[in-house]
């Protein structure tokens, strides 16, 4: 944005073409981001809970865990994908655990391999009560009703590294499982954060009546802004929280503010009092705080759903979630795959010291080239028959034959300490090895000095 010529750079469409437009009045409401990254390991493998394609994703991901479950013969591999960990237990968190639980309890009739003591759902908070947000007792009751279910919570228990296999808590406890889910770290959005406006941390500073520190025509309102609801606010209580419930009424009062200016009136500060909160457990159980009134149990979840119905944009959309909702309460939880997963792709992979990466005989997934720590690779010798290892360092690839077309792993690495590592598949090495002449003729040189000859020509 350009505040002094009163411009907006937009990018749009397939060729993001830049459009200037010009404003009398701006307002910026662009929502919050999230960061994962200051929890090693937590970016590259956790879930995000944010939107209706991170749910998609993460049912998609839970019902290929009970599957593999189901059929696997590696005990230790069963524990891992039956455990399911969800790290942050505030409104998000609680949530998605209780629906998580829900779906498993309902879906183990289609996997008989699998008996409910052998499933560990896991809750992690590191304050000392979960829903804070809401009223204790209510919290109190979400935490009991979690329990009950069998989902085990750990308060006062934040998460310090994840890998693709596990997750290791403040406490030191390393849980096996094949599931994270982040409901934390929530962060300006950064497109926000580099605005030339008044900011507090990376959100915008506004009046009472929206109007952006400073100017009389850049409002922002919602999750982007810091809304005082009082005059010299200072306590956390004295700001609009960044919840839907109150962006939409600074929505609507800031259309009322803008036109009053236009008019050349009085704009006027936003006041509202929050008219409660609500949450589910899953399970047909939920918890509310409706007006002052706190409700448990059937009734919250019976208002939390007619609630969010209402809120649903179109009649069409209300029938037909109203319709799935009835039909899941009436019938068996379907375990059908809407979108199964796909190839994941060039991706980092993070190991912690003695995690085995691969072994002899697995089947070959990509390149490794490793970014942090370092690995041995252990192989049989052909000539003497005997075992030998070598550590590979930063920098250093492994895995190289998977491009020369080989299925199977003939040596196995293991992570020498903790390590990071870049997967790279054949088919993006091959497209890079195509249209990058520099990274062809490194990596020829790579396979010649690594003794697999000048094969670089009968890959491409
Ligand atoms: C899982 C989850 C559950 C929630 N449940 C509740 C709830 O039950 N009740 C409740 O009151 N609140 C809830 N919230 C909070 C609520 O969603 C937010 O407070 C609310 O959406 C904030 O509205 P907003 O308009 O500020 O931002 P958003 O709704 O995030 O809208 C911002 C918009 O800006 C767009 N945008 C971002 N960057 C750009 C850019 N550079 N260019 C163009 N467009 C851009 C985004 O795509 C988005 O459409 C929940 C949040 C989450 C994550």
């Given at each position: 944005?350009?505040?002094?010529?009163?411009?907006?750079?937009?990018?749009?469409?397939?060729?993001?073409?830049?459009?200037?437009?010009?404003?009398?009045?701006?307002?910026?409401?662009?929502?919050?981001?999230?960061?994962?990254?200051?929890?090693?390991?937590?970016?590259?493998?956790?879930?995000?809970?944010?939107?209706?394609?991170?749910?998609?994703?993460?049912?998609?991901?839970?019902?290929?865990?009970?599957?593999?479950?189901?059929?696997?013969?590696?005990?230790?591999?069963?524990?891992?994908?039956?455990?399911?960990?969800?790290?942050?237990?505030?409104?998000?968190?609680?949530?998605?655990?209780?629906?998580?639980?829900?779906?498993?309890?309902?879906?183990?009739?289609?996997?008989?391999?699998?008996?409910?003591?052998?499933?560990?759902?896991?809750?992690?908070?590191?304050?000392?009560?979960?829903?804070?947000?809401?009223?204790?007792?209510?919290?109190?009751?979400?935490?009991?009703?979690?329990?009950?279910?069998?989902?085990?919570?750990?308060?006062?228990?934040?998460?310090?590294?994840?890998?693709?296999?596990?997750?290791?808590?403040?406490?030191?406890?390393?849980?096996?499982?094949?599931?994270?889910?982040?409901?934390?770290?929530?962060?300006?959005?950064?497109?926000?954060?580099?605005?030339?406006?008044?900011?507090?941390?990376?959100?915008?500073?506004?009046?009472?009546?929206?109007?952006?520190?400073?100017?009389?025509?850049?409002?922002?309102?919602?999750?982007?802004?810091?809304?005082?609801?009082?005059?010299?606010?200072?306590?956390?209580?004295?700001?609009a929280p960044p919840t839907a419930q109150f962006a939409v009424r600074e929505a609507a009062h800031l259309s009322?503010?803008?036109?009053?200016?236009?008019?050349?009136?009085?704009?006027?500060?936003?006041?509202?009092?929050?008219?409660?909160?609500?949450?589910?457990?899953?399970?047909?159980?939920?918890?509310?705080?409706?007006?002052?009134?706190?409700?448990?149990?059937?009734?919250?979840?019976?208002?939390?759903?007619?609630?969010?119905?209402?809120?649903?944009?179109?009649?069409?959309?209300?029938?037909?979630?109203?319709?799935?909702?009835?039909?899941?309460?009436?019938?068996?939880?379907?375990?059908?795959?809407?979108?199964?997963?796909?190839?994941?792709?060039?991706?980092?992979?993070?190991?912690?010291?003695?995690?085995?990466?691969?072994?002899?005989?697995?089947?070959?997934?990509?390149?490794?080239?490793?970014?942090?720590?370092?690995?041995?690779?252990?192989?049989?010798?052909?000539?003497?028959?005997?075992?030998?290892?070598?550590?590979?360092?930063?920098?250093?690839?492994?895995?190289?034959?998977?491009?020369?077309?080989?299925?199977?792993?003939?040596?196995?690495?293991?992570?020498?300490?903790?390590?990071?590592?870049?997967?790279?598949?054949?088919?993006?090495?091959?497209?890079?090895?195509?249209?990058?002449?520099?990274?062809?003729?490194?990596?020829?040189?790579?396979?010649?000095?690594?003794?697999?000859?000048?094969?670089?020509?009968?890959?491409?």
């Amino acid at each position: 944005i350009d505040p002094k010529l009163q411009q907006v750079t937009v990018f749009q469409g397939v060729q993001r073409r830049p459009t200037i437009l010009e404003y009398d009045h701006l307002v910026i409401a662009l929502g919050s981001g999230s960061d994962l990254s200051k929890t090693p390991g937590l970016s590259e493998h956790a879930f995000t809970m944010k939107n209706l394609s991170d749910a998609q994703l993460l049912r998609a991901h839970i019902i290929e865990r009970l599957e593999h479950a189901d059929i696997t013969r590696l005990p230790d591999v069963k524990k891992g994908a039956l455990t399911f960990s969800v790290i942050g237990g505030g409104f998000s968190g609680v949530e998605t655990v209780g629906e998580i639980k829900e779906l498993i309890d309902r879906s183990l009739l289609d996997y008989p391999n699998i008996h409910p003591s052998e499933i560990r759902v896991v809750l992690l908070e590191f304050s000392k009560r979960i829903l804070n947000e809401m009223p204790e007792g209510l919290g109190k009751y979400a935490y009991a009703n979690l329990e009950k279910r069998g989902i085990e919570i750990q308060l006062g228990v934040g998460v310090a590294e994840a890998t693709g296999t596990q997750l290791v808590t403040s406490q030191n406890e390393v849980i096996d499982t094949r599931t994270i889910v982040a409901t934390i770290g929530n962060t300006p959005s950064a497109i926000v954060a580099n605005m030339p406006l008044s900011l507090q941390e990376g959100r915008v500073l506004v009046g009472r009546d929206f109007r952006a520190e400073g100017y009389d025509n850049i409002w922002s309102i919602g999750d982007c802004a810091v809304i005082p609801l009082k005059e010299n606010a200072t306590k956390r209580g004295d700001f609009a929280p960044p919840t839907a419930q109150f962006a939409v009424r600074e929505a609507a009062h800031l259309s009322l503010n803008i036109k009053s200016v236009i008019e050349e009136k009085a704009s006027k500060p936003f006041q509202y009092k929050s008219k409660g909160a609500l949450a589910s457990l899953g399970a047909g159980r939920g918890v509310a705080e409706v007006f002052g009134l706190k409700l448990t149990g059937r009734v919250a979840w019976l208002l939390w759903r007619v609630y969010y119905i209402s809120l649903l944009p179109g009649a069409q959309a209300r029938v037909s979630v109203l319709w799935n909702w009835l039909m899941d309460g009436l019938s068996r939880r379907s375990v059908a795959q809407i979108n199964s997963q796909t190839d994941p792709g060039t991706r980092y992979v993070c190991y912690r010291a003695g995690d085995r990466i691969y072994e002899n005989g697995s089947r070959a997934d990509g390149l490794y080239t490793i970014i942090s720590g370092a690995v041995r690779i252990t192989s049989m010798d052909s000539e003497t028959g005997l075992e030998k290892s070598r550590i590979l360092a930063v920098g250093e690839h492994f895995g190289e034959l998977m491009l020369l077309g080989a299925t199977r792993r003939i040596a196995t690495a293991v992570a020498a300490e903790d390590t990071k590592v870049l997967v790279m598949t054949q088919q993006e090495f091959l497209k890079l090895a195509e249209g990058l002449p520099f990274f062809n003729d490194y990596f020829s040189e790579h396979l010649k000095a690594s003794g697999l000859g000048d094969k670089m020509e009968s890959i491409k």
